[in-house]
């Protein structure tokens, strides 16, 4: 979909919901965040809190270096996902661009695998649900604004 379409369906978004006033029970996919966004956002969630807690666990430890790194990744996660809840267009591209980064490491841990006769399995997971994720991530782009 180009630039342009996307922002006249928006626009046509935004003058349905001024111009049509619906009982509050009744709610269309246009209110919110799509089901799948939603999920996303969960689990990016909990995702970076449990990253963010691991590195400040590791800040007395000797390599309170790769802690920081952590918790600050975390503490990015964690605002991603908030931003991807209330559709901000941002934390769209934030959110392919650490989903893709994830997916490029765990690319080099599969071929590190592959090389050394190690498991494969758990990488190439992680690749295909990152694909998966950011797959459905543009597809409801359309949705942020």
Same mark, same amino acid.
């Given at each position: ?37 939603? &999920? ?11 990253? @963010?807690?691991?590195? =400040? ?18 503490? @990015? ?6 931003? @991807? ?12 661009? &650490? ?5 490029? =490491? ?7 695998? &592959? ?11 992680? =690749?295909? &649900? ?16």
């Amino acid at each position: 979909m180009a630039l342009h379409e996307a922002e006249t369906q928006r626009a046509k978004r935004r003058d349905s919901r001024s111009s049509d006033r619906r009982d509050d029970r009744t709610k269309s996919d246009e209110d919110g965040p799509p089901n799948g966004v939603f &999920l996303v956002a969960a689990l990016a969630f909990l995702g970076g809190a449990a990253d @963010l807690l691991f590195g =400040i666990a590791m800040l007395p430890t000797p390599v309170a270096v790769f802690g920081v790194f952590l918790a600050a990744l975390g503490a @990015l996660e964690c605002w991603v996902a908030i931003g @991807l809840f209330r559709l901000q267009a941002r934390a769209l591209g934030l959110a392919v661009v &650490l989903y893709g980064m994830g997916a490029l =490491i765990d690319g080099l841990r599969l071929l590190f695998a &592959l090389g050394t006769g190690g498991s494969a399995g758990g990488p190439a997971a992680r =690749i295909l &649900l990152a694909a998966v994720v950011v797959g459905y991530l543009l597809v409801r782009a359309d949705h942020f604004e």
